[in-house]
């Protein structure tokens, strides 16, 4: 392939998607203004817990990769894909900050008959409202002679059942000749590609996805909750109805919805929505029920070990939001132990991918998982149910353990399950 693809942000979407397209022979230019993550890619080095450290060995010795912080390295590319940053300022409004920053950096160095393509998750017109006005301002002639288009990223880290390549991959254009371009350019790394009309409707595909995840997984979590008041197992529950061939999908309850896109991505879309007046309930219902999960948790461990004393500690397992990630954004594992430490118990945690966290202003360290430490603590939560865990040891020698996550499945009497 002579095609040469610019990737803008090497974080969890930007770098694998820079290693896919080099594997199908792209030369590729990384772009990010985060020069530790430069250096440490072109020393072979991953700061991603789902690519090691020889993964990003081999995709430099490619001989096809140039990874640098100068944005000017673009007008070297034919097709420029952004992949930063789209958070939530205080879970109130989108901050585009991020993309629009990296746009006007990107303005002084677009060429003509380039491609521009946005993967990073956002409201529905992002595309057109916010990236095609900057650049029709800039004096391009967008369809003409620079060409836009939106591919919502799909990539579920720690999920290892498919390949990048294998997920099929939604793409749309401002115009014809825009979708034919970013066709052209996806087509060759993705096995599947599902155009669709608009930006818009891409846009909607990725936020209806994890809005749809958000409301569920919220049942569960109150499902959970009622299931316990009433002496009902709720993954017993969850088990017989998977049984049902048709009808019935299975989600899980654990201490609430945490990561970059399933409890952000729909507030994208509340914000968009309330802006029109229209009413977002069932987001806003999950939203609160999410929100509530980690004081539910806290007063489960109350009701286990009684009221704080100087002498009661608690163990929590996991402070990452999902398995086997070393990613916390919005993991809610940190505001479980804000409550715990808030509430007067002794508190430490265990993550083998987080060394150290700040709760409350306060640092805290990992701790070594040994025999002697789990016994000392009154009470073991696991959050998060890492792989790498040993989780016979921790039930061999834990006084109690409140398992939010059913990755002790057995009916152990000093294992309860959320």
């Known amino acids: 392939m002579n095609t040469k693809i610019a990737i803008i942000g090497l974080g969890y979407v930007g770098l694998p998607l820079a290693m896919l397209f080099a594997s199908k022979d792209y030369p590729v230019i990384g772009i990010d203004i985060d020069q530790s993550k430069v250096e440490k890619i072109k020393s072979g080095k991953s700061y991603l817990s789902d690519l090691s450290d020889q993964e990003v060995e081999a995709f430099m010795k490619t001989g096809r990769v140039d990874v640098t912080s100068d944005f000017s390295r673009a007008k070297e590319a034919e097709a420029i894909l952004l992949c930063v940053p789209t958070p939530l300022r205080e879970h109130k409004y989108p901050d585009l900050s991020y993309l629009q920053t990296a746009i006007s950096t990107l303005l002084p160095h677009l060429q003509k008959g380039q491609l521009l393509v946005l993967e990073s998750s956002t409201f529905p017109g992002t595309t057109e409202e916010v990236m095609l006005e900057m650049v029709e301002k800039a004096g391009f002639a967008v369809g003409e002679d620079l060409f836009i288009g939106y591919s919502p990223e799909r990539i579920d880290p720690g999920n290892h059942m498919y390949t990048l390549g294998q997920i099929p991959k939604v793409v749309s254009g401002v115009t014809d000749k825009c979708l034919k371009k970013v066709t052209s350019i996806y087509g060759a790394a993705f096995e599947t590609l599902v155009p669709v009309s608009s930006p818009k409707v891409a846009e909607m595909t990725k936020i209806l996805e994890n809005a749809q995840r958000l409301i569920n997984i919220s049942f569960m979590n109150e499902m959970a909750q009622i299931c316990h008041g009433l002496d009902i197992d709720i993954w017993e529950v969850i088990q017989a109805a998977s049984t049902k061939p048709y009808g019935f999908t299975p989600y899980y309850p654990g201490p609430g919805i945490g990561g970059h896109c399933i409890p952000v991505d729909p507030l994208y879309l509340k914000w968009k929505a309330n802006n029109a ?48 990630v070393n990613d916390i954004r919005e993991s809610m594992s940190v505001p479980v132990m804000a409550h715990v430490i808030g509430k007067g118990y002794q508190a430490d945690y265990y993550d083998p991918y987080v060394e150290e966290i700040e709760i409350n202003q306060q640092m805290y360290q990992s701790i070594a998982l040994e025999q002697k430490v789990i016994e000392s603590y009154n009470c073991v939560v696991i959050l998060t149910d890492h792989s790498q865990i040993d989780y016979t040891a921790l039930k061999a020698h834990a006084k109690l353990i409140l398992d939010t996550r059913n990755r002790i499945s057995d009916h152990s009497k000093n294992v309860i399950r959320l």
């Open 277 to 324: 007046n229209m009413p977002t309930t069932f987001i806003d219902l999950a939203k609160d029920v999410n929100d509530a999960q980690p004081r539910y948790i806290m007063k489960r461990i109350e009701e286990l070990i009684g009221e704080p004393a100087e002498e009661k500690s608690v163990l929590l397992i996991g402070m990452t939001y999902k398995r086997d």
